[in-house]
């Protein structure tokens, strides 16, 4: 746990998890975020997306109510189509 001095007399104690993202560690601030906040956080604004959380497909639907924990590990996938 970080902390971080706001004012000369208050320590504010910052939560971080840790979390594989696409194969990657990241380290992001808080005990949980959800799926949508993740995306906008790191910037994956492609419309077509497949994820998935610890192996588990996550519907659409879901993206604003299901959370992302310590140690999760999650896969964005880009879908592209063509012909």
Same mark, same amino acid.
């Given at each position: 746990?970080?902390?971080?001095?706001?004012?000369?007399? =208050?320590?504010?104690? %910052?939560? &971080? +998890?840790? #979390? *594989?993202?696409? @194969?990657?560690?990241?380290?992001?601030? $808080?005990?949980?975020?959800?799926?949508?906040?993740?995306?906008? =956080?790191?910037?994956? %604004?492609? &419309? +077509?997306? #497949? *994820?998935?959380? @610890?192996?588990?497909?996550?519907?659409? $639907?879901?993206?604003?109510?299901?959370?992302?924990?310590?140690?999760?590990?999650?896969?964005?996938?880009?879908?592209?189509?063509?012909?």
């Amino acid at each position: 746990m970080e902390q971080r001095i706001i004012y000369p007399y =208050l320590i504010l104690k %910052t939560e &971080k +998890m840790k #979390i *594989i993202l696409n @194969n990657n560690p990241e380290t992001i601030e $808080g005990n949980s975020i959800t799926i949508n906040h993740l995306l906008q =956080l790191k910037n994956f %604004t492609f &419309k +077509m997306l #497949i *994820i998935k959380i @610890n192996g588990t497909l996550v519907q659409k $639907g879901d993206y604003e109510t299901t959370a992302i924990h310590d140690g999760d590990e999650v896969s964005v996938l880009h879908l592209i189509s063509g012909g």
